[in-house]
């Protein structure tokens, strides 16, 4: 459900908004001032913060900052009396939605909230998980990770400009559905989304392809062709694998940037570009540049907005949901029948190196679904080559015990500092909650810190008077 916390200290008028929404069929919960929505925050995961700028102890300006800090997936949007519209337009900039003078207009306030649903909507629906998909299709949000919190606020900040997008990832990390949900969120909306896998177009045709040609412009030109540059007028233009384009086509791209401009093959006039381009590539382009096999001043101008998805291997916090996400689109697929994943299974998918990233891990899924004749997702469903390798680490790992100089005081600070590590990540990192909720005192936990070279921010900690 969509949850929205209002903050502001002058009673009255919070129980009002918050009645107002309540009635609306939203899940709403007060604050009387920042201090207290940032230690609510701390529990809560809310959909929308909704604030008022200017209260005692951590004002509208400071939650922004905190709630921005800490990356938390939440939208702010802003109350403000008329004198204070300067300190709200420059919160904007900082990342806030939008805004809300005061008095209250309650149809304003619905309108507000209902756009900051649809943009919360977009961010918890991008999808990192491939096969491609038609223009306008949308898919569940995957990705509760740091790394993939940092995308998603990369994303909504693109949705509201018009610059050049590269999206750098392995392959399999699900770089054209970012690219689609830059476009279906943006202005360009409305306008058309094509997408051209430029590894996949032989270079003979691939100038014809964008541009298109003129008929009788080469042999077999035997009519007009209109490029992809000219289908995607008033849209975008996802250019996949941009670094298995050859010199002459990067040359070509170039001008289309620099000019906003093109020449059909065979053609002397010349056609205006109204285009977006987001390009992608899984190739080190730095490194390709010294080789001298892809232009610096393209690269520059790609790379004005660069996204990094990272491979599943380094957000293994997330196969968990991704999981569960492809269980419900497989039952839906294949028909209700798998209610859950077991938990030796589980751990054979969150061990597993994953060299196919999110499309592997989607494979191995249903792959299970077709194997699998109970309601739940078992070990033995699951790939022989995923199980192979689970089998191979259990048993490293037992000779490894077996081998090993069994140690108690090494066993035991091993524990313990995994116990800590896991401590501050459910809590965020902050000291004072995790001490209390683990039942541990807090000069201890400092010390235990300190010992094992922990790092509470590494986790969300805040420095400040915040930890709790």
Known sequence: MYSILVVDDEEALRKQVASLL????????????GLEAAQKLAHTPFSLVLCDIRMPRMTGLELLK?????EISTTVALLTAHANVKDAVEAMREGAFDYLEKPINEQTLIELVSKAKQAYDMIHK????????????????VGQSREMKRVFQVVEKLTRVNTSVLIRGENGTGKELVARAIHFNSPRKDGPFVAVNCAAIPETLIESELFGHEKGAFTG???????KFQFAAKGTLFLDEIGDTSPATQVKLLRVLQDHSFTPVGSSRE?????RIIAATNRDLEKMIQDGKFREDLYYRLNVMPIFLPPLRERRDDIIGLVNHFIEKFNVEHGERIQMIAPDALSALETFHWPGNIRELEN?????????????LTFASLPE??????????????ASLQNDNLDWEKGKETFEREFIVQALRKNSGRINLTAEIANIPKNTLLRKIKKYNINPREYGGWEGNLES
Do not use: W
């Open 22 to 33: 309540s009635s609306r069929g939203y899940e709403v919960d007060e604050a009387s001032d």
């Open 66 to 70: 905190h709630i921005r800090d800490h």
């Open 126 to 141: 991008i999808s990192l998980s491939a096969p491609m998909l038609t223009p306008g299709e949308g898919r569940e949000c």
């Open 221 to 227: 030109a035997d009519q007009r062709h209109i490029g």
């Open 271 to 275: 056609i205006k570009s109204d285009v």
């Open 364 to 376: 191995a899924i249903e792959h299970g679904f077709v194997v699998e004749s109970s309601s739940i």
């Open 385 to 398: 080559y995923i199980k192979k390798a689970a089998k191979k680490q259990n048993a490293a790992r037992k």
